[in-house]
């Protein structure tokens, strides 16, 4: 008969393994932890001066229109009172709900908003609907008046800028 053989003495696989990673958990570094902090928390707070920036521009077109201010921050009813600054119908509410409709709805109400304070449909397009904060601005802070619904009745604002 054949002697069965016995295993070596010491440690075996898993035991080498474990006394070999809980040194490396150990000696980690935690520096990047706190350079990403750095990093996300800069970021955080760049969006929240560019969101404050935007709403003092929509606070200024608002107040231009003759609407109150703070309207701006409650949501759907700023909405409700942009339509009603443009001339459409409050329903228009539900079409800005509906998956590609209302990317059509967008470029449209864009290019009212830009001719109720007397500025192109060119203008609405490039300014407020692809440069937005930026366009507000323009509207709130610069020399644009609020010349009234340009889509009141089907009647046309001309555009002067």
């Known amino acids: 008969m054949a002697m069965a053989r016995k295993p070596p003495k010491g440690p075996g696989r898993l035991e080498t393994a474990l006394m070999t990673m809980i040194p490396a958990f150990l000696l980690q570094d935690d520096a990047g932890g706190a350079l990403g902090a750095l990093i996300g928390g800069s970021f955080f707070l760049m969006i929240l001066v560019v969101a404050a920036v935007c709403i003092a521009g929509m606070w200024k077109v ?41 990317l059509v709805i967008v470029v449209i109400f864009a290019m009212d908003m830009a001719k109720s304070f007397g500025k192109s449909a060119g203008w609405g397009i490039v300014m407020l609907l692809l440069l937005g904060g930026i366009g507000y601005l323009v509207l709130g802070f610069g020399d644009a008046r609020y010349v009234g619904p340009a889509a009141a009745d089907g009647a046309a604002v001309p555009a002067t800028a």
């Open 62 to 102: 608002f107040v231009k229109a003759g609407q109150p201010g703070w309207a701006v921050l409650v949501p759907f009813y700023n909405l409700y009172l942009m339509l009603k600054i443009v001339g459409r119908p409050a329903w228009w509410i539900l079409l800005f709900l509906i998956p590609f409709v209302s």
